[in-house]
């Protein structure tokens, strides 16, 4: 079994900064990517940034510029580095785990990803 532990999530400013941290545990697994997704209340689960096992990284248009996807394989962890956040941050960031290789943008869907963390709560106020 595969275990995704998220931590960092919090209450900030607007145009403050945060740090989540994904700790990967569990069997040996190697990751074909690693993701990012949020959830606003009363809205869907949408894709935030991933790093696939090659280190190509994809961002969704309104974090780009301001959060940075990032892993370091001897911890088993991804981070997501995240300035000049906003109040449209807002929402439960939950990190996700691909088994299976994919082209193109495919890492940009939910359905990529075979493990997902519980999530973290990120609140930014105005």
């Known amino acids: 079994q595969v275990q995704l532990v998220e931590s960092g999530g919090g209450l900030v400013q607007a145009v403050g900064s945060l740090r989540l941290s994904c700790v990967v545990s569990?069997?040996?697994?190697?990751?074909?990517?690693m993701g990012w997704f949020r959830q606003a209340p009363g809205k869907g689960r949408e894709f935030v940034a991933a790093i696939r096992w090659s280190g190509g990284i994809l961002y969704e248009d309104s974090v780009k510029g301001r959060f940075t996807i990032s892993r370091d394989n001897a911890k088993n962890t991804v981070y997501l580095q995240m300035n000049t956040l906003k109040p449209d941050d807002t929402g439960v960031y939950y990190c996700?785990?691909?088994?299976?290789?994919?082209?193109?943008?495919?890492?940009?869907?939910?359905?990529?990803?075979?493990?997902w963390g519980q999530g973290t709560q990120v609140t930014v106020s105005s």
């Open positions: 996700a785990a691909a088994a299976k290789y994919y082209s193109g943008s495919f890492y940009e869907t939910a359905s990529a990803y075979d493990y």
């Open positions: 569990g069997r040996t697994f190697s990751a074909a990517a």
